[in-house]
């Protein structure tokens, strides 16, 4: 098993430019998550899927877009991206009844 | 609502001495607790939980965590720390009483082991 695996592993965009965090998992779980990492900020949640079909926001949505296109796959859109959207992407994935995440290796996202 | 705390920024221990890296929640339910470590340029590893039963969770690469209701602590700890242990630990709560599969991080605490 891959586990959970992000592309690209690093981006750099200029302002106003768009682009899509792919993400993936092989685990079949249901659950899964798109976080920001910023240093002394910790993980933050941008929006989450219980399951496929449904996507809820989290706690730093704005300036983001989800689409939960089956059950292996989560990806993160940024229409028009921003320097307060640089930061390290990652997606994590759970299944129903168990409890820990797993993580992908994260994508490192620089706009200018 | 659910928050974590983990209150140092940076752990500093040399090798072979114990450590241990702070964290303290606040939930208005049943807690499950987790740990997790990251590497330099890695996603996070899962390193231990506590859902329920004995309340010292042994967890991977020898680390184990007590989870104290009465202080509503969750700290990690390990007997004898390796060079090999540095990296950032995050711990993460989530309420069980909402159903959510929603956690909460901390800040992350930064760890050290000096040869």
């Known amino acids: 098993n891959a586990g959970v695996t992000q592309t690209p592993k690093f981006q750099v965009l200029k302002t106003g430019q768009s682009m899509t965090l792919q993400c993936a998992q092989d685990?079949?779980?249901?659950?899964m998550y798109w976080y920001r990492q910023d240093p002394g900020m910790g993980l933050r949640l941008i929006y989450y899927?219980?399951?496929?079909?449904?996507?809820d926001k989290g706690e730093v949505p704005n300036g983001y877009n989800v689409s939960r296109l089956n059950k292996r796959e989560f990806s993160l859109r940024l229409e028009s991206a921003a320097p307060s959207q640089t930061s390290v992407y990652f997606c994590?994935?759970?299944?129903?009844?168990?409890?820990?995440?797993?993580f992908g290796p994260g994508t490192r996202l620089t706009v200018t | 609502a659910q928050s974590v705390a983990q209150p140092e920024d940076q752990v500093n221990v040399a090798e072979g001495n114990p450590l241990t890296v702070k964290c303290t929640y606040s939930?208005?339910?049943?807690?499950?607790l987790f740990w997790y470590v990251q590497y330099p340029n890695r996603g996070l590893q899962f390193l231990l939980k506590?859902?329920?039963?004995?309340?010292l969770v042994k967890g991977s690469y020898g680390f184990e965590a007590e989870f104290n209701k009465s202080q509503t602590s969750f700290h990690l700890k390990k007997p004898s720390a390796l060079v090999s242990d540095s990296a950032l630990y995050f711990c993460?709560?989530?309420?069980?009483?909402?159903?959510?599969?929603?956690?909460?991080f901390g800040r992350g605490t930064s760890l050290i082991v000096h040869p």
């Open positions: 506590y859902i329920t039963g004995d309340n």
């Open positions: 993460a709560v989530r309420d069980i009483s909402g159903g959510s599969y929603i956690p909460t």
């Open positions: 899927s219980a399951s496929e079909g449904t996507t």
């Open positions: 994590a994935s759970i299944r129903t009844g168990n409890h820990e995440q797993y």
């Open positions: 685990m079949n779980h249901n659950s």
């Open positions: 939930v208005s339910g049943n807690p499950y």
